[in-house]
């Protein structure tokens, strides 16, 4: 009898898959690596099904990838031969949401934007919103500490989630963090295990703060640049400025591009880079015209200030689409550096170089309010892995981020695509305290092994 067999009669009919071509659906997430050949795939429904799967996985040493709607960008969700990957994407309850306390208690597999939907019946809002909101789960949000468009000001998933109710690698049920907004008992374990990437053990619920909706329509303003680095040096100024927006990304010309060969949106031929803010204080409008004379003070040759709801979402959505329309070019190495504010212009400068250097098409989008780009490597579909002359240019620009005082990654998390340099910006000793850290909660290493450090 196999071993798989076992947790098959363990777990409740139909939770267990073990057809290759099924399981294959669940081996993978939105990157170009190739999973192996997993044994099988544990669709969880409740805390119960997560105990009962990793003291099986325990027992038998199993590898264990947990998942939630396979969105993540960096590797972090792909399955290796003879894995056990745990879908957590069933487990889709909002357990609790309090308007007194404005707290939500949400199971991983919740849509992030549903989430925020049903808060927003009692006036509040779930404030992380990642470009994926609509299709990714908190129990993701929560494993990569995503961040959004928002997060410029409201803070990323961190900053939003005060306890959580794990399963740890051996069955064990810890609940860490508290319902209150202080609290400082014992060490931080809420915030040890967001970002973790499944590697430290699973959630199964997460007690997330919400907050209330902005009590006046949002001021949303779009501005176009002949250069990127003007852009840039605007966003720089704005956030000098105090002006303190709620959104502030920044599209490049080749991204530009993409959209409006998909959806035509009538892009001018001197339109190297756009810049789209938003304000959400009392005094919006006033807010929304001060980073729209500083846009213009650093160069921007056109800017407009949405007049209506349906403007707003309709330049909110033009951002929303960069990803999807960038897959449409090609096969993408997703990357998300960021860097202090003070230098994104010398960023953006090192990612234009290293395209030009290397001949790579690079599409970059940015959450520039708060430093953190992400450029899209470009090649051709059907690779199973990015040419030379793309690692190459993403080793350029990983190099400068890290002289520049910034960090490999800002939301995605590492998982396997960001291991080759990952100990240039940790150090060893780093590097061995957080293993040390994984020894304790995972000594077996069947959790997410190979990811994240």
């Known amino acids: 009898m196999r071993p798989i067999d076992t947790l098959v009669r363990s777990l409740p009919e139909g939770r267990v898959v073990t057809d290759p071509d099924v399981i294959d659906s669940y081996a993978r997430d939105r990157t170009f690596v190739q999973p192996g050949k997993p044994l099988g795939a544990v669709l969880a429904r409740s805390r119960d099904d997560v105990v009962t799967t990793l003291?099986?996985?325990?027992?038998?040493?199993?590898?264990?990838?947990?998942?939630?709607?396979?969105?993540?960008l960096a590797g972090g969700a792909t399955a290796g031969d003879g894995a056990l990957v745990l879908s957590l994407a069933r487990m889709d309850a909002i357990r609790e949401l309090s308007p007194a306390d404005q707290i939500a208690v949400a199971e991983p597999g919740v849509i992030t934007a549903d989430l925020d939907r049903a808060a927003r019946e009692h006036g509040l809002m779930y404030a992380p919103d990642p470009s994926s909101y609509e299709i990714s789960t908190i129990g993701g949000n929560l494993a990569t500490n995503a961040g959004g468009l928002r997060c410029v000001k409201y803070g990323v998933t961190r900053d939003s989630a005060l306890g959580l109710e794990v399963v740890l690698a051996d069955g064990r049920i810890l609940n860490t963090g508290r319902r209150t907004m202080k609290g400082v008992t014992g060490y931080d374990l809420t915030g040890l295990f967001v970002g973790s990437e499944g590697t430290l053990g699973v959630i199964t619920a997460a007690t997330l703060r919400l907050r209330p909706v902005p009590a006046s329509e949002p001021a949303t303003f779009a501005a176009e640049f002949g250069s990127l680095r003007d852009a840039g040096a605007a966003v720089s100024a704005i956030m000098a400025a105090g002006c303190q927006p709620s959104l502030m990304e920044l599209l490049d010309r080749a991204t530009l591009e993409a959209i409006d060969d998909w959806r035509n949106i009538g892009l001018e031929a001197g339109t190297n880079a756009m810049l789209i803010g938003q304000s959400d204080a009392s005094d919006a409008q006033a807010v929304a015209a001060r980073m729209e004379e500083l846009c213009l003070a650093n160069g921007a040759t056109f800017v407009a200030v949405s007049s209506s709801p349906q403007e707003t979402a309709e330049l909110i959505g033009l951002r929303r689409m960069?990803?999807?329309?960038?897959?449409?070019?090609?096969?993408?190495?997703?990357?998300?550096?960021?860097?202090?504010?003070?230098?994104?212009?010398?960023?953006?400068?090192?990612?234009?170089?290293?395209?030009?250097?290397?001949?790579?098409?690079?599409?970059?989008?940015?959450?520039?309010?708060?430093?953190?780009?992400?450029?899209?490597?470009?090649?051709?579909?059907?690779?199973?892995?990015?040419?030379?002359?793309?690692?190459?240019?993403?080793?350029?620009?990983?190099?400068?981020?890290?002289?520049?005082?910034?960090?490999?990654?800002?939301?995605?998390?590492v998982g396997v695509l960001k291991q080759r340099w990952l100990e240039l910006e940790t150090g060893p000793v780093a590097r061995e305290v957080q293993h040390g850290i994984k020894a304790v909660f995972d000594p077996l290493n069947i959790?997410?092994?190979?990811k994240a450090i």
């Not at 690079?362 to 579909?381: K, M, Q, R, S």
């Not at 959790?447 to 190979?450: D, H």
Request: net charge negative; proline share 8%; aromatic share 6%.
């Open 55 to 72: 003291r099986w996985a325990s027992e038998h040493r199993v590898p264990v990838v947990p998942r939630g709607a396979g969105t993540g």
């Open 447 to 450: 959790l997410n092994p190979g």
């Open 322 to 413: 960069a990803y999807e329309a960038k897959e449409r070019l090609g096969a993408c190495l997703v990357e998300d550096v960021c860097v202090p504010r003070s230098v994104l212009p010398d960023m953006i400068g090192a990612i234009e170089a290293a395209a030009a250097r290397h001949g790579v098409r690079i599409c970059t989008v940015a959450h520039a309010g708060d430093g953190n780009l992400h450029p899209t490597f470009i090649f051709e579909h059907g690779t199973s892995e990015p040419p030379p002359e793309v690692w190459a240019a993403a080793d350029e620009v990983f190099t400068r981020a890290l002289e520049l005082g910034g960090t490999l990654t800002g939301e995605h998390g």
